[in-house]
Structure formats: C-alpha cells, structure tokens
C-alpha cells in the first residue's frame, strides 16, 4: 500500500509520513468514539471515602478524597470541588439529570468537613 502510494503521488509522500497521518486519523476515530460514548460511562462514581472523576481512555480516574474537599460551587454546567490543598477539580453536570446533580451536591455537603 505504501509503495502503490508513494508512486501515485510521484514520491512526494514518505512512508513516515504516511504512518503519521494513518496514525492522526486512527487518534481522531478513537477520540469521536469515546465522546459519543461517554454519557454511557460511570462518569462520577460515589465511593465511602472518595469521589473517583472518569476523565479519558487516556488518563486513570481521579480520585477525590472528601476531607480534600474544602467547598464546592458551580459555574454554568460545571461543579468545582475547591481543595484544601488550593487546587480545584471539575465536571460537567450535564451528563447528568437534574436529580443526580441534586443527589451529587447532598453527597458532598455531607461528606465534606467545613
């Protein structure tokens, strides 16, 4: 395929090249993929201790621990969990129903020690 390629386009194209963008192309599928699925992932899940945040395929969940958790505030469709350590978190509650984003902020404010 490579080399049926490299002749159609007169050897403007090197293999390199072309695995860069097979490469680019393959990433951008895999990213559309995870985003139209991730309303179906466990985005926050609620443990005794910790909050665990799904952020990406990519990275592992964060985990929140709630005597971290200072306060939190909401900001258009974000909740901000303010740390004790001065760093903020956020996720977006509109994967989120009305009484699940309810449920979410009674959980902290039970969870958390002001």
């Given at each position: 395929m490579t080399i049926y390629l490299d002749v159609y386009l007169k050897g403007t194209?090197?293999?390199?090249l072309l695995?860069?963008?097979?490469?680019?192309?393959?990433?951008?599928?895999?990213?559309?993929?995870?985003?139209?699925?991730k309303p179906q992932k466990a985005y926050v899940r609620a443990h005794?201790?910790?909050l665990?945040?799904?952020?990406?395929s990519w990275t592992p969940r964060e985990r929140i621990?709630?005597?971290?958790?200072?306060?939190?505030?909401?900001?258009?469709?974000l909740l901000v969990l303010q740390l004790k350590s001065g760093r903020e978190s956020q996720f977006d509650l509109d994967l989120f129903s009305m009484s699940?984003?309810?449920g979410i902020k009674r959980l902290i404010e039970t969870k958390i020690e002001k």
């Open positions: 194209i090197t293999p390199l695995i860069i963008q097979l490469l680019a192309v393959l990433t951008s599928v895999y990213q559309g993929i995870h985003n139209m699925n005794d201790d910790h665990s945040i799904y952020r990406s621990r709630y005597d971290k958790i200072e306060d939190y505030y909401t900001v258009s469709s699940d984003v309810e």
